[in-house]
């Protein structure tokens, strides 16, 4: 088996699999079960934790002692990022797209009270992260701190690997468990989470059919991504792996109002899980993809599926922003 790169062991691993019964009724001879990475702990909760066990780990490596990455004011990826940074005593920069003045609420606040350095930058700035992030390296040179830029979401080859260790995970845990998941669905929203997935499907031929929910632009936009980060992984392992663009299986059309802007008929359906599940999805990420694995199993686009795995990838904190939206 190809040896993946190192990691640093940061998060609350295994994460658990439970079914949900409300999921389940959607659909006769159809189960649905939920693999909590919202566990994977507090301060760093969901997917980007998985990813940054292997980013920081080469930080670590070259020896630097700041992290600098980017995200909406809201990024879950930019909190994970600043909470590694304080537990490990580096120094964290986040390129946030948003205003300063905007609430102080959910996942922003936490940046704050991790001691993030924060710079805010506009939408059409932040079109130009990488190179504001990379002029941020070398500003930072002068007051001899060693800056690495980790990218949005932590997704790129190495950060790929997260999820190649959570389908890994998850083959020990269908053992454990005495059941086989023939399809896995995450939410898409830079692609790392679905090509570690793919990626280990490949390598460990598991002959899963995973599939993604994009959560904004669309499916194309994603192919093309994953297809980029399967190829940056790829240096790593050399894993001489055959696939086609058509098994890059991503389900457009949940995006909504656009990215991060939710509907009622959203939030509803998340308050519904909640009530009747005790799971709490969140309005961003895991929220828009369930909605849509939901409808898509109406649409009889999962016929051959009976075990059906849904990754929480966590999100939590960005309820919080939202409360004024939810009726109750």
């Known amino acids: 088996m190809n040896n993946i790169p190192e990691r640093i062991n940061l998060a609350n691993l295994p994460t658990k699999i439970e079914k949900s019964r409300y999921l389940s009724k959607m659909k006769e001879n159809l189960n649905v079960f939920v693999k909590r990475d919202d566990y994977t702990g507090i301060e760093v909760s969901g997917n980007k934790i998985r990813k940054l066990e292997f980013s920081v780990k080469q930080a670590l490596d070259e020896g630097c002692n700041a992290l600098i990455t980017c995200g ?4 879950n990826h930019a909190r994970a990022t600043a909470a590694v940074a304080a537990k490990l005593g580096l120094k964290s920069y986040l390129i946030l797209r948003g205003k300063k003045e905007d609430m102080i609420d959910g996942n922003y606040l936490l940046d704050k009270m991790l001691g993030a350095n924060i710079i805010f930058v506009n939408e059409e700035e932040y079109k130009n992260r990488q190179e504001i992030m990379e002029e941020l390296v ?5 007051d001899n701190i060693k800056a690495y830029i980790i990218p949005e979401g932590a997704s790129n080859g190495i950060g790929t690997f997260g999820y190649y260790g959570a389908l890994e995970e998850i083959l020990k845990q269908e053992k454990e468990l005495g059941i ?8 898409v929203g830079s692609g790392g989470t679905y090509a570690g997935l793919f990626l280990a499907n490949k390598v460990f031929k598991a002959n899963k059919k995973i599939y993604g929910v994009n959560v904004s632009k669309n499916a194309q936009h994603f192919i093309n991504q994953v297809e980029n980060l399967l190829k940056d992984a ?4 050399s894993a001489d792996i055959e696939y086609s663009k058509d ?3 991503i389900m457009d059309g949940y995006v909504g109002k656009g990215y991060g802007i939710s509907t009622d ?3 509803s359906f998340i308050r519904d899980i909640a009530c009747n599940d005790g799971i709490i999805f969140d309005p961003v990420y895991t929220g828009k993809a369930v909605y ?4 898509e199993i109406k649409k009889n686009t999962f016929n051959e599926s009976k075990n059906i795995l849904f990754i929480h990838t966590g999100g939590l904190f960005g309820l919080m922003p939202k409360r004024e939206q939810f009726i109750f």
């Open 72 to 75: 909406a004011t809201q990024s």
């Open 247 to 249: 098994e890059i299986n």
């Open 265 to 267: 008929k959203e939030l």
């Open 180 to 187: 086989i998941f023939d399809t896995i669905v995450c939410a």
């Open 292 to 295: 849509g694995m939901v409808n």
């Open 234 to 237: 790829n240096k790593y392992i």
């Open 138 to 142: 070398v500003k930072l040179k002068g």
